[in-house]
T-cell receptor, first 115, second 113 residues
């Protein structure tokens, strides 16, 4: 089934550790995104990539980095995790970034707890 | 003022009821409007997509956009327990500037059998 695969599904992590959340899509979508979802705050965009080889900062980029070496993969790295990064992380993709093409398909999410 | 406002609920209705979910927005540049449904512990999935003002119907679901009032609605007819989920509105601008989606915070709906 075409879609987005995220890994891990859930993870408990000690503060200060490095963590990479993986995201792979098989829809040949050009644009990819990382969101975090927190109770009362909704979905907030962390980083995005309009096309392979380019990335941009979203609303809450601090403490996170991304890379887009190819069309399919868009990993999110926490260089030194802090408790405030405890959240559910969603990877998403869209056919393009322009209006009409920017309808998002989401992954199932990665639940991260930082202690 | 937030760009997109959505009542978080929770909203609880009996099975068979008509449900009305709403969002208001402040940015008149928004032209593309979406509703996503999110089941517990799952990712959001697209439910409805509309452009500019007017109505769009898909089965038991109707999306309505009133650009003059900066108000969008999702109506669910003959609601079912399987409709219990969180509903997120989202919108995107056209013209110059960022095309990133702006999401509401979501309304949690429970349909009671």
């Amino acid at each position: 089934i075409a879609g987005i695969t995220q890994a891990p599904t859930s993870q408990i992590l000690a503060a200060g550790r490095r963590m990479t959340l993986r995201c792979t899509q098989d829809m040949r979508h050009n644009a990819m995104y990382w969101y975090r979802q927190d109770l009362g705050l909704g979905l907030r965009l962390i980083h995005y990539s309009n096309t392979a080889g380019t990335t941009g900062k979203g609303e809450v980029p601090d403490g996170y980095s991304v890379s887009r070496a190819n069309t399919d993969d868009f990993p999110l790295t926490l260089a030194s995790a802090v408790p405030s990064q405890t959240s559910v992380y969603f990877c998403a993709s869209s056919r393009g970034y322009e209006p009409g093409a920017n309808v998002l398909t989401f992954g199932a999410g990665s639940r991260l707890t930082v202690l | 003022q937030k760009e997109v406002e959505q009542d978080p609920g929770p909203l609880s209705v009996p099975e068979g009821a008509i449900v009305s979910l709403n969002c208001t927005y402040s940015n008149s540049a928004f032209q593309y409007f979406m509703w996503y449904r999110q089941y517990s512990r799952k990712g959001p999935e697209l439910l409805m997509y509309t452009y500019s003002s007017g109505n769009k119907e898909d089965g038991r679901f109707t999306a309505q956009v009133d650009k003059s009032s900066k108000y969008i609605s999702l109506f669910i007819r003959d609601s079912q327990p399987s409709d219990s989920a969180t509903y997120l509105c989202a919108m995107s601008r056209s013209g110059a500037g960022s095309y990133q989606l702006t999401f509401g915070k979501g309304t949690k709906l429970s349909v009671i059998p």
